[in-house]
């Protein structure tokens, strides 16, 4: 014990020396955590508020013109500008430019030709010895066309939105204006005055509800995915300056003579493995303190971590065991610190990148979802996903915590074979 | 001096993976313990690779070696209680002071408390290091870190010394220090096995010596007797050159 307390003595005083390994553990990862969720905060403010720029020139001063622009305003995630003096030209100029993701042009009398085509509609159904129930407009019984301009860059799912969100509207504005027809006919043909329908709204109702054990649902944010995502990168990271040492204790000759020394060879590197454990979690909660209180100093949201500690403790120390074991399986393999810091950081990226780090899971095509399965730092990343966005408890993590273990018992099994084959 | 040997090596060979000569070729060795025994040899003749066996640091391919009675195998554990080993690399940590350095390495064989602090103050003050003592060694000289290097190896008091090289490249006073402690240090009766590419050193230095070249030994002795044997040499670097030639090696 007394050999292990040493061993971890004599770490934690060369790391606390070690003044680049430090920076690379604790304010790369602070600086990384910060730029990233400032900078996808306006990526995940578009996923998930949808607030896209729309220009409307609305020349039907009518129900339908009124009601489409209405409609527009109401759903959240548009950001409606209404210049009806533009033409076609300058809307499509503006477009163009970028200043707006989509341009709408709704005609001139959009309203008469819509009620004009209901008339001719129910005037259809009757036999014809009724006669001539309304007055029709004369001939304007063309198909109301909605000029719509899209953005190149706007990509399909958004373009899908519009288009449904327009026809919802326009179908509400066509059965109110039904409505209304019917109502007056009523009134000339049976002398039934109708009240009129002050509220016309959907009579469907669709209530949307995020599929989580708990109410209380915390919605994905960048602070909810950078956090955790950096968070880990970073405990990965943990990667290099381990390597390092062990490399450097191997060059140096010292690591031979420890094993002149009475006692398991094993407490080297349990001792590594402690001190970078402790790094590890120190990390953890660094990051997570600043997802908590510092980002919302910049205006992001604050990190909600959830109400399942104990998961949270677990996973952590798993991902913690997975990025310390790694470590010491580069460290024990690579020839020269070159190597290792080649070899760990850009196997760290890569894994980072591929175990959604960068980019979210579900912003992933099919194939890379699939990929992302075999980064550790995926693992990690879901089980972290799992408890602050789904509340789950220590039985949903499970699985992750069980291949994050894994890993890092493969990782030692791995860098203790070597080292024997070394030694002989 | 008892004459009873401390170390016996019998037909001992290593013969590195991918290489097609053996490194250490039936090797047999006796050193006697309270020796100062000089393994002397060209690069590449096998000094380290048989030092290295004898620390339990590479398994051989045959051949045994007994040391203190205890057959070197799997477990070495009782034997590396024994020894100490002062390799030729400087088998320390740079970002540790000189006194960190020490008390690491003597709590790592067991020591704590204030046998240790007195044995670093005394050795420290010893190899005239006391006012460096708290000192980072990456800004040592190369005569202070060797002086400090064998220290470590030196902390629990072993019965057997291994040196390789232990004066290489620095100045002649850190090493006229170095060479008296050892002088010293095996009149109270540590053996030491040590290699050297000085040979007036080792000439002025060892009680007995082995030369060895390819593996095997060539000639063995005590220096007087081995410059008795070779009439035509004056000293030992002479029959060194004589018994392993002039030409470079590797």
Redesign the interface.
């Known amino acids: 014990m007394n050999r292990l307390l040493a061993s971890i003595k004599k770490e934690l005083l060369l790391l606390s020396r070690d003044r680049a390994g430090l920076a690379m553990l604790f304010l790369m990862p602070v600086f990384l955590v910060l730029v990233m969720t400032l900078l996808q905060d306006s990526t995940f403010k578009k996923l998930n508020e949808k607030q896209l720029p729309i220009l409307i020139v609305n020349h039907d001063a009518d129900t339908f013109g009124i009601n489409i622009v209405k409609g527009l305003n109401s759903a959240n995630f548009f950001k409606v500008s209404e210049d009806n003096n533009l033409s076609k030209k300058e809307l499509e100029k503006q477009i163009e430019k970028g200043n707006y993701l989509i341009g709408i042009i709704i005609n001139e009398n959009s309203t008469n030709l819509i009620k004009n085509s209901i008339k001719q509609k129910i005037q259809s159904q009757f036999p014809e010895e009724v006669g001539e129930l309304f007055e029709i407009d004369g001939n304007k019984t063309d198909q109301v066309k909605v000029e719509i301009f899209f953005d190149p860059v706007l990509k399909n799912s958004y373009k899908q939105s519009i288009m449904g969100a327009l026809k919802q509207f326009s179908a509400m504005v066509e059965a109110k204006l039904m409505f209304e027809i019917y109502s007056s006919l009523f009134d000339e043909l049976l002398e039934i005055e109708l009240k009129p329908t002050e509220n016309f709204s959907q009579l469907v109702f669709f209530d949307e509800k995020y599929a989580a054990s708990d109410q209380n649902l915390i919605i994905p944010n960048s602070v909810q995915h950078n956090v955790p995502a950096w968070t880990i990168f970073a405990m990965f990271f943990i990667v290099i300056p381990l390597a390092s040492n062990i490399i450097k204790e191997r060059q140096s000759g010292v690591s031979e003579r420890l094993r002149t020394i009475p006692g398991s060879n094993l407490i080297g590197i349990l001792a590594k493995a402690k001190t970078y454990f402790i790094v590890g979690f120190i990390q953890a909660i660094l990051m997570l303190m600043i997802g908590i209180w510092l980002l919302p100093v910049f205006g992001l949201p604050s990190l909600q971590i959830g109400k399942n500690g104990l998961s949270l403790l677990f996973v952590t120390i798993a991902i913690i065991m997975a990025a310390t074991s790694y470590g010491i399986v580069i460290g024990t393999i690579a020839n020269s610190e070159q190597q290792s810091s080649i070899f760990g950081s850009i196997s760290v990226v890569i894994l980072a990148a591929i175990g959604g780090v960068w980019v979210p899971n579900f912003m992933m095509s099919d194939l890379m979802v699939n990929v992302s399965k075999i980064s550790p730092l995926n693992w990690g990343l879901n089980a972290y996903y799992d408890i602050f966005l789904r509340n789950s408890g220590l039985y949903d993590v499970l699985p992750s915590i069980g291949l994050l273990v894994g890993f890092a018992f493969v990782c030692l099994l791995i860098s203790l074979y070597y080292s024997r084959k070394v030694k002989t | 001096m008892s004459q009873e040997p401390i170390i016996k090596i019998s037909q001992l060979v290593k013969k590195y993976k991918g290489s097609s000569v053996n490194a250490v070729d039936s090797l047999d060795l006796t050193i006697n313990e309270g020796d100062i025994f000089g393994l002397l040899g060209p690069n590449g003749a096998g000094k380290t690779t048989t030092i290295?066996m004898l620390?339990?640091?590479?398994?051989p391919n045959s051949g045994s070696i007994i040391i203190n009675g205890i057959e070197l195998n799997g477990n070495n554990?009782?034997l590396?209680?024994i020894?100490g080993?002062v390799?030729?690399?400087?088998?320390?940590?740079?970002?540790?002071t000189a006194k960190?350095n020490l008390?690491?390495?003597g709590?790592?064989?067991?020591l704590?408390g204030k046998s240790l602090n007195d044995k670093i103050e005394f050795y420290l003050n010893k190899f005239s290091l006391k006012e460096k003592s708290d000192k980072?060694i990456n800004t040592f000289s190369g005569g202070m870190k060797r002086r400090l290097n064998l220290i470590?190896?030196l902390l629990h008091s072993p019965r057997i010394l291994f040196l390789d090289e232990p004066t290489v490249g620095i100045d002649v006073q850190s090493k006229n220090v170095i060479i008296e402690y050892l002088k010293e240090l095996n009149k109270e009766g540590t053996t030491i096995v040590y290699t050297s590419h000085l040979m007036e050193e080792a000439e002025n230095f060892c009680t007995n010596i082995s030369i060895i070249d390819f593996g095997k030994e060539i000639a063995k002795g005590t220096p007087k007797e081995l410059i008795k044997e070779n009439t035509d040499c004056n000293n030992l670097k002479e029959i060194f050159l004589k018994l392993t030639g002039r030409s470079v090696r590797e």
Do not use: D, H
């Not at chain 2, 620390?55 to 398994?59: A, E, F, I, P, R």
């Not at chain 2, 390799?87 to 540790?96: C, D, F, G, H, M």
């Not at chain 2, 709590?107 to 067991?110: D, F, L, Q, V």
């Open positions: 290295s620390c339990s640091l590479m398994s554990n009782e590396k209680k020894i080993v390799p030729q690399e400087i088998a320390l940590y740079e970002n540790l960190e008390k690491f390495f709590e790592m064989y067991g704590s980072l470590a190896g």
